[in-house]
């Protein structure tokens, strides 16, 4: 890195339009946004390292030309070190090849260490990203990532769809799909993904609460003899929880399962998205492709690497002087 750059510092919130520049002439077809930058590196609920999205920070060097975003999360299991997370990094077309790259990972590492962090990982950052990993398509990334001693441990697939004009599947009999707009909704919906889901609970929740979550409930049979009322959730769908228009998770009860909840809950997530304005939306970890093949004539459109390092005791210490 040139003595111009100097050594990556942490970039507060007034540098956001300077991180979402960068990041237009870094990745301009990834459309990052200021929201988007934000939701993942500057919002109140990125700042607790014990909560479900774990503590944030942006390293950027001195002159603009690169930063990183990186997180560190506690892990679920008793006595497990914390996992950190590159979820960002970019550097200035004109500037590339020169160690920039190199030099603000390496910088994230030293931060994540000196938060307890054990292990530095790129991708599968759930339940709270940008990306599922290196697009495989960055071939830049990749080479850097290789060179600064990162092992691939995965691969995502995300997929594409337009938000309207593909297939649609009828709502299920019984069934009613609708937004999440109270409290009282956003507190149903955390109980049943507690229940039925609890890994995707705080993804659930944080769309619940933007307004972007939707459940399926499956209403009363009357001519049952059922009381009235909304009806349970069987569930869940969200989009743009940590990035506008990527879609994800879609959840249903396990027991229900092949019924149409899912396309139904889709259908309603795409009606959305174009309401906002947007023509396509992303389906971001898919396990299931065929599903959303036939639901939304969604196509794979990317696949992600997972890659990972274990970082050398010490390098906290280093890192704090």
Avoid: N
């Avoid at 990052?32 to 950027?60: K, N, Q, R, W, Y």
């Avoid at 930063?67 to 990094?89: D, E, I, N």
């Avoid at 889901?197 to 929740?205: G, Q, R």
């Amino acid at each position: 890195m040139s003595a111009a750059t100097g050594v990556p510092l942490e970039w507060g919130p007034d540098r956001l339009d300077e991180l979402t520049g960068l990041c237009a002439a870094a990745l301009p077809d990834e459309r990052l946004s200021p929201d988007d930058l934000e939701s993942i590196a500057f919002a109140p609920d990125v700042a607790d390292p014990h909560g479900p999205f774990g503590t944030s920070v942006v390293l950027g060097t001195p002159d603009g030309i690169g930063a990183v975003v990186a997180s560190v999360r506690h892990a679920s299991g008793a006595g497990q070190p914390p996992t950190g997370f590159v979820q960002l990094v970019v550097v200035h077309p004109a500037r590339r090849r020169r160690g920039v790259a190199r030099t603000l990972v390496r910088a994230a590492e030293s931060w994540a260490a000196a938060h307890g962090a054990g292990a530095m990982q790129v991708g599968a950052a759930a339940p709270l990203y940008l990306f599922t990993g290196v697009d495989s398509r960055w071939t830049d990334a990749v080479c850097c990532f290789e060179a600064l001693g990162y092992q691939r441990t995965g691969v995502e697939l995300d997929l594409v769809c337009p938000t309207r004009g593909g297939p649609r599947v009828a709502t299920p009999r019984g069934i009613a799909v609708e937004r999440v707009t109270s409290d009282d909704e956003l507190a149903e919906l955390v109980e049943w993904s507690d229940r039925c889901w609890p890994w995707w609970t705080p993804e659930l929740a944080r769309a619940g609460a933007a307004g972007t979550a939707v459940v399926a409930r499956r209403r009363p049979d009357a001519a049952a003899g059922s009381e009235g009322g909304a009806g349970v959730v069987v569930g869940a769908a969200a989009h743009s929880v940590g990035r506008l228009g990527v879609i994800g998770p879609v959840a249903v009860d396990p027991e229900l399962h092949g019924g149409g909840i899912g396309a139904a809950m889709m259908a309603e997530v795409l009606t959305q998205l174009s309401v906002a304005g947007l023509q396509r939306a992303e389906i971001a970890w898919v396990s299931t492709v065929r599903f959303y093949v036939r639901s939304c004539g969604a196509k794979v459109h990317r696949a992600s690497q997972v890659l990972r390092r274990d970082l050398p005791s010490g390098t906290g210490r280093d890192a704090a002087g």
